[in-house]
C-alpha cells in the first residue's frame, strides 16, 4: 500500500471539489494538515450525509481510483457510519456520524482551511477524540491539546 | 517531567511548522501493518457503535481500539 502523501491530498481536494463534495479531513490525519506533528497510517474523511453528496463521493472515489464493486458503491451512495477503504491509492477512513460532533453543518462552520483543503477545527478533532474515549484517542489527548494551545497562542499573539 | 515534555513537544511542533509541508507529510503517514484491521479491502459499518463492537471482539488489545 503506497503512503499518503501531500500530492494525494492535492489529488483529492481537485477531485472532491470539481465533484462538489462537502468533506473535512478530520481525526490526526486534519491535525496533521494544520501543522501537528505526529504519525498515522490513514486519512480520515468527515462526509455530509445528506443522499447527494454521498453520491458525490462515490464518483470522486472512483476517479481518484478506489476499486469499489457495485455494492460497496452502494454502501457509500447510502451514507453508512463509518467505511474503511484499502482499495484505492492511500487508506481511507469515511465517517458520516463522528463521535463528539452532532451536525456536519457546525463542524464545516467551524472549518479551517489550510493548503486549499477543508480541514475539521482543532476542537472538533479533540472532542471527537474526547468522545470516542478509546485507549488509542486517550493518548493521543495529552499531545493534542498543548498542539491546540500553539495554535492558540498564535491567532491570538 | 511534565515541563520537559511540554518543551520537546513544543519544539517539535515549532520544527513540524518549519518544514514544507510535503516533508511534513511524508514524515507523518507512515504504513505499519496492523493485524486483522489491515487485512480487508473494504469494511462498512451502519452505526458507530457497531463498529465499535467490531474492534473490541476482533482486534488485539494492543492496537488501542478498544473503550476499555
Known amino acids: 500500500m503506497p503512503t499518503f502523501e501531500f500530492k494525494n491530498a492535492q489529488e483529492l481536494g481537485r477531485v472532491f471539489e470539481t465533484h462538489g463534495v462537502r468533506y473535512l479531513f478530520f481525526g490526526k490525519s486534519g491535525a ?17 450525509k445528506r443522499r447527494e453528496n454521498c453520491e458525490r463521493v462515490a464518483a470522486g472515489l472512483l476517479e481518484l481510483g478506489s476499486r469499489l464493486t457495485e455494492q ?17 491509492p492511500f487508506d481511507l477512513d469515511l465517517i458520516f456520524a463522528p463521535d463528539g460532533v452532532e451536525r456536519f453543518e457546525d463542524a464545516w462552520e467551524r472549518r479551517v482551511e489550510r493548503h486549499g483543503l477543508p480541514i475539521a477545527n482543532i476542537e472538533d478533532i479533540i472532542g471527537s477524540k474526547r468522545a470516542a474515549t478509546r485507549q488509542r484517542d486517550r493518548e493521543s489527548l495529552p499531545r493534542l491539546l498543548p498542539f491546540k494551545f500553539k495554535n492558540w497562542l498564535e491567532k491570538n499573539k | ?19 514544507p509541508i510535503e516533508q511534513h507529510v511524508r514524515n507523518s503517514f507512515i504504513h505499519t501493518y496492523k493485524p ?33
Open chain 1, 32 to 48: 496533521i494538515l494544520l501543522g501537528y506533528s505526529d504519525t498515522t497510517q490513514d486519512v480520515d474523511l468527515y462526509i455530509e
Open chain 1, 72 to 88: 460497496e458503491q452502494k454502501e457509500v451512495r447510502r451514507g453508512k457510519a463509518f467505511i474503511q477503504l484499502r482499495n484505492g
Open chain 2, 1 to 19: 517531567m511534565a515541563n520537559a515534555e511540554q518543551n520537546s513537544e513544543w519544539e517539535d511542533f515549532k520544527a513540524a511548522a518549519r518544514r
Open chain 2, 36 to 68: 486483522v484491521l489491515d487485512d480487508a479491502e473494504y469494511r462498512s459499518f451502519d452505526t458507530m457503535e457497531e463498529y465499535r463492537r467490531w474492534c473490541k471482539e476482533n482486534l488485539p488489545d494492543w492496537l488501542g481500539y478498544s473503550r476499555d
